[in-house]
């Protein structure tokens, strides 16, 4: 998985397994239903299966080891079984649940508290992993409670260099990092808006940029309460595309796959 081409948008498809996610908790609850899912997803053109056992929207709480295990793991093995070639990222915080996902053929582990847990970076690093560092202004249950920043940008920025350099101390190479901003994560409405301008700002880091907007507040927050959040997820995926965002995480891949082809060619082409 070449990140570093410039020339392809990698479209990571949500597979949540989770009863309490904000857009799909309870859809694909169970493991034959999260697999049914991934493989959909992959024939829609998805390139990274990216699953998830614990929800990270705003209130929510967090499950024990046990319980994300259970849900993330078999699906894990049966995506692996069926395909040993699909591109796996686990999206936890917990290096339990990384090591083991790992060993049954994850090769990317999706961090959003980027490595809060003391053993994530070298379980990361003993397997080659891509790991996902992201910014989050607290915890899930709390993030988006008082939000305060003097300098957004530059606070996201900094602490984002911060746990990418953390992560080479512990062994990570540096070809496997991959920056998240945290879009939604304790962040006012605004603030998700700047750091899409900004994007070209944390590719100056070196490293490529994960955005993940799909369907979030950001959008429902300047359309009508029943507006379809679809065409305006695609919208901003797309300006993040040809901002220089090298991953975008979806719920609607199909529709991306459609969209990001054209905006793929765009970057092909010189000016």
């Known amino acids: 998985m070449n990140l570093n081409s410039g020339h392809k948008t990698f479209i990571m498809g949500i597979v949540n397994t989770t009863p309490d996610s904000f857009y799909d908790g309870g859809r694909h609850n169970g493991v034959h239903a999260a697999f049914d899912h991934a493989m959909n997803l992959v024939t829609e053109g998805a390139d990274i299966l990216d699953i998830g056992g614990e929800s990270s929207r705003p209130g929510s709480l967090p499950v024990s080891l046990q319980e994300e295990l259970d849900r993330v793991c078999p699906v894990v093995d049966l995506i692996h079984r069926e395909d040993p070639s699909l591109v796996i990222s686990i999206d936890t915080m917990k290096s339990g649940v990384a090591e083991e996902s790992l060993r049954l053929g994850a090769s990317i582990i999706n961090d959003i508290s980027a490595l809060s ?22 915890v899930p249950l709390t993030m988006q409670n008082g939000i305060s920043y003097d300098d957004c940008i530059a606070e996201i920025e900094t602490f984002l260099l911060t746990a990418a350099d953390n992560a080479l101390a512990s062994g990570v190479k540096k070809d496997r990092i991959i920056l998240d901003p945290g879009i939604g994560f304790g962040k006012t409405l605004e603030q998700n808006y700047r750091i899409i301008r900004n994007i070209p700002r944390f590719k100056g880091a070196g490293y490529p940029v994960l955005i993940g907007l799909s369907r979030k507040s950001l959008i429902g927050g300047v359309l009508p309460a029943d507006a379809d959040r679809l065409p305006a997820t695609i919208a901003l995926d797309a300006v993040s595309s040809l ?9 609607d891949v199909r529709e991306h796959a459609l969209a990001l082809a054209a905006i793929d ?3 092909k082409v010189p000016a």
């Open 265 to 267: 060619m765009l970057r």
């Open 117 to 138: 847990d003391p053993e994530m970076a070298a379980v990361c690093a003993a397997a080659g992993a891509w790991t996902v560092l992201m910014h989050m202004k607290g």
């Open 243 to 251: 901002s220089g965002a090298d991953i975008v995480r979806v719920h």
